[in-house]
């Protein structure tokens, strides 16, 4: 079974800085199969990055996604105000079909 | 638009059964993989079963044997049944379209409370 390790836990920040979002498998993972979703309370996930680097449809630029094998990362330039979620790295394999990791919290400083 | 519904969530005794329901409109469920997931009281998501479509279901290790999914064509639904409820079945159930390794469209949640 795959574990993916998100940290940090919570990362505060203010609008405009930069966020650095890492996760960490603990077996390799084929890019392809490496997603980030942003989750707000009382709302759907919604799906960033797909296939490790691919934004999905009508993502901003802001957000970019990269890495391979064990270490990923999620990265978001210029925060704004509704960018502050919590958010998952998510991996497809062997049983689980699916795992997410535990979540890092971007929150305003 | 692309939607989904999902609905069926509620208090319910442990050992009591339920069944959710995800309706989907904008594609087809039947030609697409379908799936659940659930976030627990103060937890991150937890994977629960799929649906792919050609049929075959897959299921979390914690709900084996307990929860069947299942998807009615013409209804174009999805259905989770779950059965043996345990208080840590206590969640919000999100119904989810899989792109194969991805989840892309996502529905607003229905709230499972296992509790006497």
């Known amino acids: 079974e795959i574990v993916l390790t998100q940290s940090p836990g919570t990362l505060s920040l203010s609008p405009g800085e930069s966020a650095t979002l890492s996760c960490r498998a603990s077996q390799s993972v084929t890019s392809s199969y490496l997603a980030w979703y942003q989750h707000k309370p009382g709302q759907a996930p919604r799906l960033l990055i797909y296939g490790a680097s691919s934004r999905a449809t009508g993502i901003p630029d802001r957000f970019s996604g990269s890495g391979s094998g064990t270490d990923f990362t999620l990265t978001i330039s210029r925060l704004e105000p509704e960018d502050f979620a919590v958010y998952y790295c998510q991996q497809y394999g062997s049983s689980p079909l699916y795992t997410f990791g535990q979540g890092t919290k971007l929150e305003i400083k | 638009e692309v939607q989904l519904v999902e609905s069926g969530g509620g208090l319910v005794q442990p050992g009591g059964s339920l069944r959710l329901s995800c309706a989907a409109s904008g594609f087809t469920v039947n030609t697409n993989y379908m799936t659940w997931v659930r976030q627990a009281p103060g937890k991150g998501l937890e994977w629960v079963s799929v649906?792919?479509?050609?049929?075959?279901?897959y299921y979390a290790d914690s709900v084996k044997g307990r929860f069947t999914i299942s998807r009615h064509n013409s209804e174009n639904t999805v259905y989770l049944q779950m059965d043996s409820l345990r208080p840590e079945d206590t969640a919000v159930y999100y119904c989810?379209?899989?792109?194969?390794?991805?989840?892309?469209?996502w529905g607003q949640g229905t709230t499972v409370i296992v509790s006497s």
């Open positions: 989810a379209r899989v792109r194969v390794t991805r989840m892309d469209v």
């Open positions: 649906i792919y479509s050609g049929g075959s279901t």
